[in-house]
């Protein structure tokens, strides 16, 4: 990865405590997909997944105490939560020239705080409602946690920055390289994909947990930090080198950060993780 700057949301360039990641490369406008290509319909929710009041599945994973959504939160989710709060950061409506997103889509542009808060604002919700009961809430996966849902076994170091592409050659999809036909979104020259930009949640097969897009589509921020600032797990749409499509790359910004490759994925605490 190439070291890099923290954007913050209101358009002033801030240099993190410790930069540790490449910048998010310019990307120049492309033709918007025709709706032809996406799915009709989501993948398939497990029959065991906790489905929420936004129509979120959530199912548990071994080896960690809290259930993980099967996909990236959904510009509709999220579309539900900015108009239940006034004074919300519309950065996610604005994607720049080209850049088409659905309401199935991973909401893209939302910071570290901005991923907090909405998990903050589910569980006030969802409590109010009677869907979770009390010691139940929503948040962001801890590094680690995001390591056991991608498949990963034990990993050396004691930070996110020591377990940094840590374990050679294993992705999300397997040994090999380069990724296969269908495996995930990911750069264009790849070939992998369809997909431009983003790419509908569940476009793709389901890991051995049932979780979709543990690779590509969109960085997912974590609850944790790389070092000083937050982590992010999982690479995106507008990446191709090898190393950072690693199950165990790690990526990091400016806790204020929004970029059109970053989204984040929530957990639901007393999910039944086992």
């Given amino acids: 990865m190439i070291l890099g700057l923290g954007v913050l949301g209101c358009g002033k360039k801030t240099t993190p405590a410790e930069p540790v990641t490449k ?16 799915p009709k319909t989501e993948a398939k929710i497990p029959a065991n997944a906790i489905v929420n009041t936004l129509g979120m599945p959530f199912v548990p994973v071994p ?5 993980f959504c099967i996909w990236e939160t959904r510009v509709k ?15 996610w409506k604005d994607f720049g020239s080209g850049f088409k997103q659905a309401d199935t889509h991973p909401v893209v542009k939302v910071s570290w705080h901005d991923a907090n808060a909405f998990c903050a604002w589910l569980t006030k919700k969802e409590l109010a409602e009677g869907k979770i009961k009390a ?37 999300p999809w397997g040994k090999e390289w380069t990724p296969p036909v269908g495996a995930g979104n990911y750069r264009q020259s790849l070939k992998v994909d369809k997909f431009d930009r983003t790419a509908p949640v569940g476009s793709f097969s389901a890991n051995q947990f049932g979780l979709h897009d543990m690779g590509g589509n969109v960085w997912e921020w ?25 199950s165990s790359s790690r990526n990091g910004y400016a806790p204020g950060y ?5 989204g984040f994925r929530c957990v639901l605490v007393g999910g039944s993780g086992g």
Avoid: F, H, M
């Fill in 222 to 246: 974590c609850e944790d930090k790389y070092s000083t600032v937050p982590v992010l797990r999982g690479a995106s749409w507008n990446d191709d080198i090898p190393d950072d499509l690693l």
């Fill in 23 to 38: 910048p998010e490369p310019k990307v120049k406008p492309k033709k918007p997909e025709s709706p032809k290509t996406e």
């Fill in 63 to 67: 080896g960690t105490e809290v259930a």
């Fill in 135 to 171: 010691g139940q809430k929503y948040r962001l996966p801890t590094d680690a946690e995001w390591s056991v849902a991608v498949g990963l076994g034990q990993e050396k170091g004691n930070t996110p920055k020591e377990k940094n592409w840590g374990i050679k050659d294993v992705y």
């Fill in 77 to 91: 989710d999220y579309a539900v939560y900015a108009a239940a709060n006034a004074g919300v950061d519309e950065s």
């Fill in 258 to 262: 929004r970029g059109i490759s970053v």
